[in-house]
């Protein structure tokens, strides 16, 4: 009988441990959601909010879909993601000019061996 009660009991403070875990979990991610909704009033890009708030880009768009940002920060935007872009096509640039040197150093090489 004492058995009984006590499993019944345990079985009650797992279940309010369940719950007091689920209610932190809940708040959270509020707390998270709250955060990522101020910074991106500031103007960040989802990049940006992703090296504070640990969470999937996905998620960040379910969170600031009500998040209208002004003009000027629109623009601020667009010319990071332009700016990105730019360093990108002259990384590739320079790996392409990269591997072509490679390629015509390794033809200059076995001429000199082969003749």
Known sequence: MHYIVF????????????ILRMVTLVYMKNKLKRKAQLLRKRG?????IRKTIPVSKSTLSLWLREVG???????????????????????RRRDRIER????????????????
């Open 69 to 91: 940002l002004t003009k000027i920060q629109k623009q601020k935007i667009t010319e990071k993601r332009l700016k990105a872009s730019l360093r990108g096509a002259q990384q």
């Open 7 to 18: 499993c019944t009991l345990i079985n009650k403070i797992k279940q309010g441990y369940a």
């Open 100 to 115: 072509t040197n490679k390629i015509y150093s390794d033809v200059k090489i076995k001429r000199r061996y082969t003749r």
């Open 44 to 48: 960040l890009t989802y990049s940006e």
